[in-house]
């Protein structure tokens, strides 16, 4: 939208329209280059060296949490459980 916006100024008055300003079309185009400016750092940001890719880490998690879910069907001793009343 952004890139339609600051394309807009140039492109419209070929057809006779005049709906933004060149001053805003240059606004739209300086706001587009820094979402994409904050986009490719985030993108350089999520690939640092030290980060761990992300299927690993969800691999280990679905094993511990089928370790647990095993763990927990587990039969207690007799009256373990049961409340002192």
Request: hydrophobic share 55%; net charge positive; glycine share 10%.
């Given at each position: 939208?952004?890139?339609?916006?600051?394309?807009?100024?140039?492109?419209?008055?070929?057809?006779?329209?005049?709906?933004?300003?060149?001053?805003?079309?240059?606004?739209?185009?300086?706001?587009?280059?820094?979402?994409w400016a904050l986009y490719f750092w985030g993108i350089?940001?999520?690939?640092?060296?030290?980060?761990?890719?992300?299927?690993?880490?969800?691999?280990?998690?679905?094993?511990?949490?089928?370790?647990?879910?095993?763990?927990?069907?587990?039969?207690?001793?007799?009256?373990?459980?049961?409340?002192?009343?």
């Open positions: 939208m952004l890139l339609a916006a600051g394309a807009a100024a140039f492109v419209l008055p070929r057809f006779g329209m005049n709906v933004i300003s060149k001053p805003e079309a240059g606004i739209a185009l300086g706001a587009l280059a820094v979402v350089r940001a999520g690939n640092a060296a030290g980060e761990k890719p992300l299927p690993p880490i969800l691999a280990k998690a679905r094993r511990v949490l089928a370790a647990a879910a095993e763990k927990s069907r587990v039969a207690l001793p007799a009256g373990a459980g049961a409340n002192p009343d």
